[in-house]
Nanobody
Framework: QLQLVESGGGLVQPGGSLRLSCAAS????????IAWFRQAPGKEREGVSC????????RYADSVKGRFTISRDNTKNTVYLEMGSLKPEDTGVYYCAVRGGKCVFFPPMYDSWGQGTQVTVSS
């Protein structure tokens, strides 16, 4: 069974940067989209960024465009989320998830999830 483990979260001041990692036990041919979601207290889980293995296409939420970058290291079965110019509204638990189809920002369509990593942006 595919396992996903996120890391890299923490406390950072506004304007700062973090790099999140999502390490997978394996990426099979069944996996195409690898996405990052986040969930703030009292809010629904929302899509942040996604990358398709088949064509390398990426997708970003409007709120993070120009500040976040998603990338993948196939040799390490790891997907990264570089986060810059962080804002307090970026605070939340960040999850990575995978599915067999193309990138979509709809959580129920994802098959496997990590346990999440906390990101707190505060002065």
């Amino acid at each position: 069974q595919l396992q996903l483990v996120e890391s890299g979260g923490g406390l950072v001041q506004p304007g700062g940067s973090l790099r999140l990692s999502c390490a997978a036990s394996k990426f099979t041919l069944d996996v195409d989209a690898i996405a990052w979601f986040r969930q703030a207290p009292g809010k629904e889980r929302e899509g942040v960024s996604c990358i398709n293995s088949s064509d390398g296409r990426t997708r970003y939420a409007d709120s993070v465009k120009g500040r976040f970058t998603i990338s993948r290291d196939n040799t390490k079965n790891t997907v990264y989320l570089e986060m810059g110019s962080l804002k307090p509204e970026d605070t939340g638990v960040y999850y990575c998830a995978v599915r067999g189809g193309k990138c979509v920002f709809f959580p129920p369509m994802y098959d496997s999830w990590g346990q999440g990593t906390q990101v707190t942006v505060s002065s």
